[in-house]
């Protein structure tokens, strides 16, 4: 028995032995080497080496609370608004609150870019994720009308009008559909159209597929290895580059040989003719990272949003008759010769506007952004190293209670209140918020418009669990009947 014991203790004794050194691993090699400036790193725990804390993170979105990941900081070291991690493989910190989220976003001298490997090799190094800032305030520039400008978005309105009406007709006649999955074609249909005009119908089927493989590997981990999210979401790139240049060569082609020009000019024909006041001009590589980073935000995040707005909208009876009969005040105030809605009206709509910032708040479509620090950076009163990574996690931001009592309700009547810079970030802040924003929040408004005026939501399981990776969403992609009311 006293040889039995022995051996225990001596077990005992090397497992503890190896987990402190496992454990200790990470500080050895991020930490150690900052010398006597690790003493003022924020408070913070990077998990074990390599994985980091990317375990305990997908675990936590696995279950139906997510925030237990960033909860389980708050209990261990207090709300501080800022820790330490190890996450996509690099030592990174978090910042939790709208004040320091701020300064991340604005502060242009000390922090940069700073998306995983993952993201980057996805998106593209052409893209407005990667590109460095004179380059990206370039490309900005010479894009941004043609995507968020009041004559763009004035031409566009039509096209998403047509689509809405056209899409939810159908929808009232196919019974049970999948209503996340029809809306996201509906924006996606939209978003090519914008692009790539009277092409968009030959290639819209197959560039749909492929960008759903490419989102579900966009914030994975990236190992290259059949079987993982990112190893497929590579493949569906490839493909999708493969499409993009026949496009751009068809339409080059076209110039070199002055063949008749389409009736009208798309986001595709726009890029390719644009140029600076240097007379630069982009190149194919440009063009087809800028067309892939927009197609797979513009319809994606305007998808999601819209499939929640209606779902809390339909779900909240007082909310839904307040948003209803602004959209038939609408009616009634437009000339009897007038036909469709007019930018105009959607920008009176200030009460729909409220549902959709709303939703926005408490969906948090994108969980955080990646920034990474240019020198050592002090906030909070805590060190962030230079060369470390920085998320903003918008996440605690929106659902933080002191900011927005009772933050898991869904309460248009909240925004009645103005909100402080940095409390509300759907689209990011700084020179890096989103490029197109205003169309999002465009399309957005139009299908609610023609949903609050003549249909229902009936929602075929409204108990199914939610998935919040890449995106939250009923598992069930809510399944529903869409049907029409007088």
């Given at each position: 028995?006293?040889?039995?014991?022995?051996?225990?203790?001596?077990?005992?004794?090397?497992?503890?032995?190896?987990?402190?050194?496992?454990?200790?691993?990470?500080?050895?090699?991020?930490?150690?080497?900052?010398?006597?400036?690790?003493?003022?790193?924020?408070?913070?725990?990077?998990?074990?080496?390599?994985?980091?804390?990317?375990?305990?993170?997908?675990?936590?979105?696995?279950?139906s609370n997510p925030d237990t990941f960033i909860d389980s900081f708050y209990a261990r070291f207090g709300k501080t608004g800022i820790y330490k991690v190890l996450m996509f493989g690099n030592p990174s910190v978090i910042v939790t609150t709208p004040e320091a989220c701020?300064?991340?976003?604005?502060?242009?001298?000390?922090?940069?870019?700073?998306?995983?490997?993952?993201?980057?090799?996805?998106?593209?190094?052409?893209?407005?994720?990667?590109?460095?800032?004179?380059?990206?305030?370039?490309?900005?520039?010479?894009?941004?009308?043609?995507?968020?400008?009041?004559?763009?978005?004035?031409?566009?309105?039509?096209?998403?009008?047509?689509?809405?009406?056209?899409?939810?007709?159908?929808?009232?006649?196919?019974?049970?559909?999948?209503?996340?999955?029809?809306?996201?074609?509906?924006?996606?249909?939209?978003?090519?159209?914008?692009?790539?005009?009277?092409?968009?119908?030959?290639?819209?089927?197959?560039?749909?597929?492929?960008?759903?493989?490419?989102?579900?590997?966009?914030?994975?981990?990236?190992?290259?290895?059949?079987?993982?999210?990112?190893?497929?979401?590579?493949?569906?790139?490839?493909?999708?580059?493969?499409?993009?240049?026949?496009?751009?060569?068809?339409?080059?082609?076209?110039?070199?040989?002055?063949?008749?020009?389409?009736?009208?000019?798309?986001?595709?024909?726009?890029?390719?003719?644009?140029?600076?006041?240097?007379?630069?001009?982009?190149?194919?590589?440009?063009?087809?990272?800028?067309?892939?980073?927009?197609?797979?935000?513009?319809?994606?995040?305007?998808?999601?949003?819209?499939?929640?707005?209606?779902?809390?909208?339909?779900?909240?009876?007082?909310?839904?008759?307040?948003?209803?009969?602004?959209?038939?005040?609408?009616?009634?105030n437009r000339p009897a010769t007038q036909k469709g809605l007019t930018l105009a009206e959607v920008r009176k709509m200030e009460y729909l506007s409220k549902v959709v910032d709303e939703t926005l708040r408490i969906i948090t479509f994108s969980l955080m952004v990646f920034r990474e620090t240019k020198n050592d950076v002090n906030i909070n009163g805590y060190l962030i190293p230079k060369g470390w990574k920085v998320m903003t996690w918008f996440r605690s931001v929106h659902l933080d209670p002191e900011i927005y009592p009772n933050p898991?309700?869904?309460?248009?009547?909240?925004?009645?209140?103005?909100?402080?810079?940095?409390?509300?970030?759907?689209?990011?802040?700084?020179?890096?918020?989103?490029?197109?924003?205003?169309?999002?929040?465009?399309?957005?408004?139009?299908?609610?418009?023609?949903?609050?005026?003549?249909?229902?939501?009936?929602?075929?399981?409204?108990?199914?669990?939610?998935?919040?990776?890449?995106?939250?969403?009923?598992?069930?992609?809510?399944?529903?009947?869409?049907?029409?009311?007088?």
């Amino acid at each position: 028995m006293e040889s039995v014991t022995s051996w225990l203790l001596y077990g005992g004794g090397i497992l503890l032995v190896l987990r402190y050194l496992l454990k200790n691993v990470n500080w050895f090699l991020y930490e150690h080497k900052l010398g006597g400036k690790q003493y003022f790193l924020p408070p913070g725990d990077m998990g074990w080496p390599l994985i980091g804390n990317m375990w305990s993170f997908l675990s936590a979105f696995k279950t139906s609370n997510p925030d237990t990941f960033i909860d389980s900081f708050y209990a261990r070291f207090g709300k501080t608004g800022i820790y330490k991690v190890l996450m996509f493989g690099n030592p990174s910190v978090i910042v939790t609150t709208p004040e320091a989220c701020k300064k991340v976003l604005t502060d242009d001298d000390n922090f940069t870019l700073g998306w995983p490997a993952s993201t980057v090799e996805l998106m593209g190094e052409k893209s407005f994720i990667s590109i460095p800032y004179e380059e990206h305030r370039r490309l900005r520039r010479l894009t941004s009308a043609s995507i968020n400008g009041y004559e763009a978005l004035s031409v566009y309105i039509t096209y998403i009008e047509e689509v809405v009406k056209s899409s939810l007709e159908e929808w009232t006649t196919m019974g049970d559909i999948e209503f996340l999955t029809q809306m996201r074609k509906l924006t996606f249909k939209i978003i090519i159209y914008i692009f790539l005009g009277s092409e968009s119908e030959d290639v819209m089927d197959k560039l749909e597929k492929e960008y759903t493989k490419l989102n579900y590997g966009v914030r994975s981990l990236r190992i290259n290895i059949p079987g993982f999210a990112f190893h497929t979401a590579l493949k569906a790139r490839k493909n999708l580059l493969a499409i993009f240049q026949s496009v751009v060569d068809r339409r080059r082609n076209e110039r070199r040989q002055n063949l008749p020009g389409k009736k009208g000019k798309d986001m595709m024909d726009a890029l390719i003719d644009v140029e600076d006041e240097n007379g630069r001009k982009l190149g194919d590589e440009d063009v087809i990272d800028i067309m892939l980073m927009y197609l797979n935000a513009g319809h994606e995040s305007s998808g999601h949003i819209t499939t929640w707005a209606t779902y809390f909208l339909q779900r909240h009876p007082e909310f839904f008759k307040k948003a209803k009969e602004e959209q038939e005040e609408i009616i009634r105030n437009r000339p009897a010769t007038q036909k469709g809605l007019t930018l105009a009206e959607v920008r009176k709509m200030e009460y729909l506007s409220k549902v959709v910032d709303e939703t926005l708040r408490i969906i948090t479509f994108s969980l955080m952004v990646f920034r990474e620090t240019k020198n050592d950076v002090n906030i909070n009163g805590y060190l962030i190293p230079k060369g470390w990574k920085v998320m903003t996690w918008f996440r605690s931001v929106h659902l933080d209670p002191e900011i927005y009592p009772n933050p898991k309700d869904f309460n248009p009547e909240r925004w009645n209140e103005v909100r402080k810079a940095g409390e509300f970030l759907p689209f990011g802040a700084g020179t890096r918020l989103c490029p197109g924003n205003d169309l999002a929040k465009l399309e957005i408004s139009v299908f609610l418009h023609h949903f609050l005026l003549g249909y229902q939501l009936e929602q075929l399981n409204p108990l199914a669990p939610m998935k919040f990776l890449p995106h939250t969403r009923p598992i069930d992609n809510c399944m529903a009947r869409i049907k029409k009311v007088k």
